[in-house]
């Protein structure tokens, strides 16, 4: 089987995951999965391998990451797992599991924090008037 390379992206995280045949082991940046991330975010990023266990069981998943923040890297990661086990299975129902459960599994949320603007302390804030 020819390795499968994937990239997910969520606010400001990257990350590209490489599907190998192996037997299931699931590591980011070179960690496993439970000790890069806290018990709340592995989940979110396990939930793609717990809906495709028939395929996520037959290969490994190595994913590097960087950007953004926890929150952000998790869900970057989630979904390159996603894309990559849709690709590896070939199989329609899969991708519509994914679909049906959450449609983010397999499409990026393309937004991010508004940039700031040149005197304002937020980028839509404005000064407050006090002439009363």
């Given amino acids: 089987m020819k390795p499968?390379?994937?990239?997910?992206?969520?606010?400001?995280?990257?990350?590209r995951a490489t599907l190998t045949q192996g037997k299931?082991?699931?590591?980011?940046?070179?960690k496993a999965l439970?000790?890069?991330f806290s018990e709340v975010y592995a989940?979110?990023?396990k939930e793609p391998l717990i809906l495709a266990d028939e395929v996520a069981g037959k290969v490994d998943i190595s994913v590097n990451v960087f950007?953004?923040?926890v929150n952000a890297q998790a869900e970057a990661a989630r979904l390159a797992i996603a894309r990559a086990l849709v690709e590896c299975s070939k199989d329609k129902s899969l991708k519509e599991r994914f679909a049906e459960y959450d449609r983010h599994l397999l499409v990026a949320d393309t937004r991010y924090k508004e940039a700031r603007k040149?005197?304002?302390?937020k980028a839509r804030a404005k000064r407050?008037?006090?002439y009363r």
Avoid at 4 to 13: E, L, N, T
């Fill in 43 to 45: 989940l979110k990023v």
């Fill in 128 to 130: 407050q008037t006090s």
């Fill in 24 to 30: 299931g082991d699931v590591r980011i940046n070179g």
């Fill in 34 to 36: 439970d000790i890069y």
């Fill in 118 to 121: 040149p005197n304002r302390s």
């Fill in 67 to 69: 950007g953004g923040g």
């Fill in 4 to 15: 499968i390379h994937v990239s997910g992206r969520r606010k400001r995280a990257i990350s």
